[in-house]
């Protein structure tokens, strides 16, 4: 589960869909790895929304389109094992890739197609 978006935080990429090709073909579209979200509503409540509470609020917010169902002020994710081990709170892992003397365009598609 990853992205790049430099105007985004990790909400907005994880609302939007949440897809890139690198992570998520290991574990899935950011979306599908959230196990509740914390929004505060059109009238300014306070509520809770996961697959058992609130579920159509919950099944909304990542792909009902728009974002138009309230501001996200927290959201739960389930956390993937990466080597062997969990990576403590507040840290991430990010991957690097330079491309020297490379067709890029070519290089992409054939990595794709893995």
């Known amino acids: 589960?990853?992205?790049i978006c430099p105007t985004v935080g990790v909400v907005g990429f994880?609302?939007?869909g949440g897809n890139n090709a690198m992570y998520s073909r290991?574990?899935?579209?950011?979306?599908?790895n959230v196990?509740?979200?914390?929004v505060a509503s059109y009238n300014g409540s306070i509520v809770t929304a996961s697959s058992n509470?609130?579920?159509d609020l919950y099944w909304a917010l990542p792909g009902g389109g728009g974002g138009n169902f309230g501001y996200v002020l927290e959201m739960t994710q389930k956390?993937?094992?990466i080597n062997g081990t969990y990576l403590p709170n507040?840290?991430?892992s990010f991957l690097n890739i330079t491309w020297i003397d490379v067709d890029i365009r070519t290089?992409?598609?054939n990595w794709m197609r893995f």
Request: no cysteine.
């Open 90 to 92: 507040g840290q991430f």
């Open 53 to 55: 509470t609130n579920a």
């Open 1 to 3: 589960m990853g992205g």
């Open 14 to 16: 994880t609302l939007g």
């Open 79 to 81: 956390l993937h094992r």
């Open 26 to 32: 290991s574990y899935d579209l950011a979306t599908d």
């Open 35 to 38: 196990r509740n979200f914390t």
């Open 107 to 109: 290089a992409l598609i």
